[in-house]
Nanobody, 123 residues
Framework: QLQASGGGLVQPGGSLRLSCAAS????????IGWFRQAPGKEREWVSC????????YYADSVKGRFTISRDNAKNTEYLQMNSLKPEDTAVYYC??????????????????WGQGTLVTVSS
């Protein structure tokens, strides 16, 4: 099971850190992806981190602003979001796929999904 949290309302230029906590399995053996879905739009890939080697990848729209990381001791993965823009407003989902090296960018390739956490960027 995956539990996403950390969303909220933030002003443009602000920061948020999303968390994706796993229960029942060890995240280190899984590639983790973050996706987001804005109202009226399709779900899009944001970032991912590969299993074991922790290589990271980012969509061009968030590169340089978002950072994905993993804390194995807490069995939790994070998405640090800085310099947030109104267009980052969406429900953010974390997802997991076992033994993903490299991690995947397509939603159907993930086996487990968190429930989503809403991020609203507005003044």
């Amino acid at each position: 099971q995956l539990q996403a949290s950390g969303g909220g309302l933030v002003q443009p230029g602000g920061s948020l850190r999303l968390s994706c906590a796993a229960s029942g399995f060890t995240l280190d053996y899984y590639g983790i992806g973050w996706f987001r879905q804005a109202p009226g739009k399709e779900r899009e890939w944001v970032s991912c981190i590969s299993s074991s080697d922790d290589s990271t990848y980012y969509a061009d729209s968030v590169k340089g602003r978002f950072t994905i990381s993993r804390d194995n001791a807490k069995n939790t993965e994070y998405l640090q979001m800085n310099s947030l823009k109104p267009e980052d407003t969406a429900v953010y989902y974390c997802a997991a796929r076992p033994w993903a090296i490299p991690c995947r960018t397509l939603a159907p390739e993930y086996d487990y999904w968190g429930q989503g956490t809403l991020v609203t960027v507005s003044s």
